[in-house]
């Protein structure tokens, strides 16, 4: 498997390096054939990672009270209309790959002329993460990477569709509805002394020891928290320290390379006021849930596609390009290398 995703990742390199000399319609032959080669290794990948054998468990039980009150409505009725015609949880991989894989491509398509550049992260980080291993969250993230698209031109009722369908597939969806609000307001000085600010300031109160779990009134979190601590203690469930984590930090320069590059980048990608938003509100998330990492790590998951388009965004605006691109390769493989290699995630 990681052999595989190496591969693609290997030729999607060379395609960044080569896509300003590409003519459209090779482009789409490109993406269409590695759109079929990602499909199939989402498909047909390993059950060894607790995802795979939790979608499993989740599809054969079905009709489990618990299971169908815990697990979004698109998985439990495809779950039931797969097996009314025989099939096998080998077919609902294969749904959920044949909806978040072409989504996410053609939204990638759609969005940056950069698209072999944005494929840089999504391959070596967000599709292991979303397409391959944690499913439902990728078919949500890829529905909310589309809404980026109306709501850009101010369609909001589209963009609220999508986000709800996003939130069909994944109920951490519903985190998106801040950004439907004021995602597409324009970053004038004081959105930039906001979200320049906003970061430190959520990094300064968790240095001392202030959090969401602290925030959160005691009596609806209750008992929540006897279970963290037994998982915590077990090794379970392990606290995510934001500044030692590579996307966190790659994020981090990223947002002051946005605050300070706006006005360029905004001259050439209208969506340039809604990507910094999330970038903030990501990183946020990330921050004020360190102590409660399932939750903030899903968030993580589903807002991290956005991410693999604001890189892309540094090609307006460092020079020359390929440094660029050498930067992203450098990171994505990074973190592919330390996190998805170092956690036998499909072995």
């Known amino acids: 498997m990681d052999i595989l995703i190496l591969s693609i990742f290997a030729i999607v390199v060379v395609l960044s390096f080569l896509e300003d000399y590409m003519p459209s319609w090779q482009k789409l032959l490109i993406l269409f054939t590695l759109g079929i080669a990602m499909i199939c290794i989402s498909t047909f990948k390993p059950m ?7 979608y499993e468990y989740y599809f054969y039980n079905n009709d489990d009270i618990i299971i169908e009150t815990a697990t979004e409505p698109t998985y439990i009725q495809l779950s039931r209309l797969v097996l009314s015609f025989g099939g096998g949880v080998i077919v609902m991989f294969f749904i959920y790959a044949a909806l978040a894989v072409p989504l996410k491509l053609t939204a990638f398509w759609k969005i940056t002329p950069y698209v072999f550049t944005a494929l840089l992260p999504y391959v070596g980080i ?15 993230a890829a529905f909310l990477l589309w809404a980026l698209v109306p709501l850009a031109k101010r369609k909001y009722f589209l963009a609220t569709i999508l986000t709800f369908v996003a939130t069909m597939f994944h ?7 801040p950004i439907l609000i004021v995602g597409n307001m324009q970053v004038g000085k004081f959105w930039k002394y906001l979200l320049g600010a906003a970061i430190p300031i959520c990094l300064a109160l968790y240095m001392v020891g202030i959090s969401a779990v602290s ?3 005691a009596a609806i979190i209750e008992g929540k928290l006897d279970i963290y601590k037994e998982m915590s203690e077990s090794g379970g469930w392990v ?3 934001p500044y030692k984590q ?9 947002l002051y390379i946005f605050i300070f590059y706006y006005e360029t980048i905004k001259k050439h990608c209208i969506y340039a006021p809604i990507l910094i938003k999330i970038l903030v509100m990501k990183m946020g998330i990330l921050i004020m849930f360190a102590k409660i990492p399932v939750l903030g790590g899903r968030l993580d998951d589903l807002f991290g596609i956005f991410t693999a388009i604001s890189l892309t965004c540094c090609m307006y605006c460092i020079k020359p390009q390929y440094v660029v691109r050498i930067g992203i390769c ?3 493989l990074s973190y592919y290398i330390i996190y998805m290699l170092s956690h036998s995630y499909f072995n």
Not at 171 to 177: I, Q, V
């Open 171 to 177: 109920y951490s969806s519903l985190a998106f509805l």
């Open 126 to 140: 967000y599709y292991p993460r979303q397409d391959v291993v944690a499913i439902r969250c990728g078919v949500a």
């Open 246 to 254: 590579l996307t966190f930090l790659t994020e981090f320069v990223l």
């Open 239 to 241: 606290e995510y320290i």
């Open 330 to 332: 450098v990171f994505s």
């Open 48 to 54: 060894t990672t607790t995802d795979a054998k939790s």
């Open 215 to 217: 925030l959160i009134p």
